[in-house]
């Protein structure tokens, strides 16, 4: 069955006029590149709970970007 699509792109392909070809080449080439991204990224993520287990945060740089975001706490 796949050959037949094949086949009747093929067909339609070598119907279209010249001045075509290069707009439909482009259409074509990014649906596949778009497809193949998209079966790609199908697959089930893993969760990012707990990543950060263990990790220590330096309490001064903590609240010097605390301040600067925002100014207003420190008040």
Known sequence: MASTYKEKLI???EET??????KLYEK????RVELIQKAKM???RGSLKGIWKGSLVDEKLFSEAKSSTFPYEGE
Do not use: A, F
């Open 11 to 13: 067909k339609e392909i």
């Open 17 to 22: 006029p010249q001045d075509i070809i290069p």
């Open 28 to 31: 074509i080439h990014h649906l």
């Open 42 to 44: 199908s697959g089930k």
